[in-house]
């Protein structure tokens, strides 16, 4: 017998980037939005960054408001009992591996391109973080086998 879609999905994932203020929340809001209420999910950074407007916009264009998103690091964590850590980027994926020494967690590694290092116009900047959240949408998609309810 085949399992039924979602059944090999974590309860709970934690993303991890640098500095929590644009590729993990970013993963973390679109992961609530595809999957409300089924996943616990939480981001976090290797360092505490500051919330970032461009992220707050590109993410406005989708509906999700990460404004109030108030960046956090692992030492932050109250609870580190995830099934699965995702990190973007190496700084976050070594903090990550850290926490197996301790903890029976799954940690994968998805590089992911930092927006922030963008130049150019303003309007460039926003393409850069489009496509960062356009590709993490579609990875979270594919990851946890998202598939959309017949009307949405």
């Known amino acids: 017998m085949a399992a039924s879609p979602g059944a090999l999905r974590p309860g709970a994932v934690l993303f991890a980037c640098g500095l929590n203020a644009i590729r993990s929340p970013m993963a973390e809001a679109i992961l ?55 990190t973007l980027a190496p700084e976050a994926h070594h903090k990550a591996l850290e926490l197996t020494r301790t903890e029976a967690i799954d940690v994968e590694y998805w590089p992911t391109m930092d927006p922030g290092l963008a130049t150019g116009s303003r309007e460039q900047i926003l393409d850069a973080y489009r496509a960062v959240r356009d590709g993490l949408m579609e990875r979270i998609k594919d990851r946890f086998d998202w598939n959309p309810v017949p009307g949405d």
């Open 32 to 86: 609530k939005q595809l999957f409300p209420r089924q996943i616990y999910v939480q981001s976090v950074g290797a360092r505490r960054g500051e919330t970032d407007p461009f992220a707050v916009a590109v993410m406005e264009e989708l509906g999700l408001d990460i404004s109030k998103h108030r960046p956090q690091t692992f030492d932050d964590l109250e609870d580190t009992h995830f099934d699965l850590v995702i």
